[in-house]
């Protein structure tokens, strides 16, 4: 099953572009590569349960199970030894990434409360955008029953844009709501 964001980047976007910035090669028109979703768990050094409940409705969001990432080093601190569940991430690709993206433009974001769109401050430099989503709650995956406290995630889309204004027009084709 193809979805249907793919479908129109593949009818309608890839030609815009490559008309827009005079692309020869059709490999060198920017597309989605990937969408990596993380989230931070400090109490998961405390309370592993903490790990299950996250994992959860994290693979009920994506659509498939998230690592678990760990500590590289220990910081005193913070009370974190090296080897310490301290997050979980997952990376979409293919037509997990376009599903995604579809309910995260379409779905997600007008969810959020006072919502003005997305900043352009939020590339990198190199093409890729990272949101910052402070509830969970914003996707309808989520089942309310299940949720301990509400937490946050980010989302890095990465492209294979040269440079912000690529990455910018392709993700405005594909819907992602800008701040004007």
Known sequence: MINRLKIKYQQEILPKIQQEYALKNKLAIPKLEKIIISI??????????????????????????????????????FKVSAGQPIGMK?????????????????????????????????????????????EQTIFQEVDYKTIDKIRGLEITIVTTAQNNDQAKMLLELLGMPFRK
């Not at 309910?103 to 190199?126: C, T, Y």
């Open 40 to 77: 931070g768990l400090g109490e998961a050094k405390d309370n592993q349960a903490v790990l299950e409940i996250v994992k959860k409705y994290l693979s009920s969001i994506a659509g498939q199970m998230p690592v678990v990432t760990l500590a590289k080093k220990s910081i005193s601190s």
């Open 90 to 134: 997952l990376t979409l690709r293919g037509e997990r990434m376009y599903a995604f993206f579809d309910r995260l433009v379409n779905m997600a974001l007008p969810k959020v409360r006072d919502f003005k769109g997305i900043s352009v401050k939020s590339f990198d430099g190199r093409g890729n955008l990272s949101i910052g989503i402070r």
